[in-house]
């Protein structure tokens, strides 16, 4: 890919990631933005997640809020029971 090309891919994805986490913070409004850095795995900057592509941070994450919708339906059927 070429440079300007990579810097344009990287930008649409840290753009995704940003309506992700918008989406995410007007969804649960009682976290705290690192509880909500921290669900959404993406608080560890170590050697090798400092160089990661942001579309592979953006999928980490969209997996991360697909786990965490099945928690909370799991938990809302579980409190509807009740």
């Avoid at 810097?7 to 969804?27: H, P």
């Avoid at 050697?47 to 941070?57: A, G, H, N, V």
Wanted: glycine content about 0%.
């Amino acid at each position: 890919m070429a440079n300007k090309e990579s810097s344009n891919e990287r930008q649409m994805y840290n753009l995704k990631i940003l309506e992700v986490l918008k989406s995410y913070v007007l969804s649960y409004p009682d976290l705290r933005f690192n509880q909500i850095i921290n669900n959404l795995n993406i608080t560890e900057v170590d050697d090798l997640s400092f160089y990661r592509e942001s579309k592979e941070t953006y999928n980490d994450i969209l997996e991360a809020t697909k786990k965490i919708e099945v928690e909370k339906k799991k938990y809302e059927s579980r409190t509807k029971r009740k």
